[in-house]
């Protein structure tokens, strides 16, 4: 299992040593990000096996603190540092990357945790990346509604990203204020005090850090972490949807109605996070005991790969659209 510790953790080490001595560890860090993991997930190297890892508990703990860690290094570094002009943007989007697809993949796996400490760690997590809101739109109704009309963050087919990213986040935060709401009927504060707050605690963290480009930071490198969260569930669920019954209500959530990826690399680096049926199937099984099984619907590329494919919509139609076709066909 060291190879998800290795995988995990060793972007917040070279991002953090990059945002610590500048120079060309700006650029190693981007192409650490890229690159890197394309070729490392190209090796001849087995699957990771499904297993109950006793390292499961802890390692996302750690990562959290790399979170946190990272965050604190990089805007200074970005905001103050000697970094200038595309080495600044280059460590900018490495940076941004991390947080996208290994710190939301950890804060992810933590607020499915069954303890109320690690669930509001993973919450925090969101909260310093301003995306509080996705904790409660993940829980309360992503995972009741995937693949179907009720939920924003399940991608109809022939969307294109650019159009669904609006929807998404605007939909996930009044669906899930909604559904916070509809919980306490009426009675005490919705999570939602918390996440705002944190989310301006954490503009004023900036602010103390580098001043107003330290806020401009920030602002710059959520963002960027925001789309690339939106780009795993535009990917996660494209064009699949779950049927409607006789008695009016919605069949299960089943394999067919998720991609996933085989890659090792990624996989590790993401928490699993590309074994997605089993996840939806499964919501609290720990990352490291996701199974992928051969009949689930995948991708024909690596995760991070297909999220750049949908950047390009007339691209990702064309790559996607007949597997979601012969997705259809062969669950009818």
Known sequence: MYR???ASLSPYAVLGTACLLGGGWAWGALIWMTVYVAVMDKLPVRPLAATDWAGAQALPVVLAGAHFALLALAIPA????????LKAVALGVAVALCFGQVSNSNAHELIHRGD???????AAIYVSLLFG?????????HHLWVATPRD?????????????????WIGSFRAGLA??????????????????????AMLAAAWLLAGGRGVLVL??????AQIQLLLADYIQHYGLRRETLANGKYEPARAHHSWNAPHWYSSAMMLNAPRHSDHHQYPARDFAALRL?????????????????????????????PRVHEVTENCE
């Open 133 to 141: 809101h996705h904790t409660s739109a993940h829980m309360r109704v």
């Open 179 to 200: 559904a916070e709401r509809a919980l306490r009927k009426g009675r005490g504060a919705t999570p939602y005090r918390a996440y705002l707050a944190g989310a301006a």
């Open 78 to 85: 970005l905001a103050q540092g000697a970094l200038s002009g």
């Open 116 to 122: 109320r400490w690690q669930h509001w760690l993973g």
């Open 219 to 224: 602002l710059l490198l959520a963002g960027y």
């Open 4 to 6: 998800y510790i290795l």
């Open 152 to 168: 924003p963050n399940s991608a109809r087919f022939g969307q294109g990203f650019w159009a669904f990213l609006p929807r998404a």
């Open 293 to 321: 099984d051969p009949g689930m619907p995948q991708w024909p590329y690596a995760m991070p790969i297909m999220a750049v494919l949908a950047t390009v919509p007339p691209f990702w139609r064309r790559v996607m659209d």
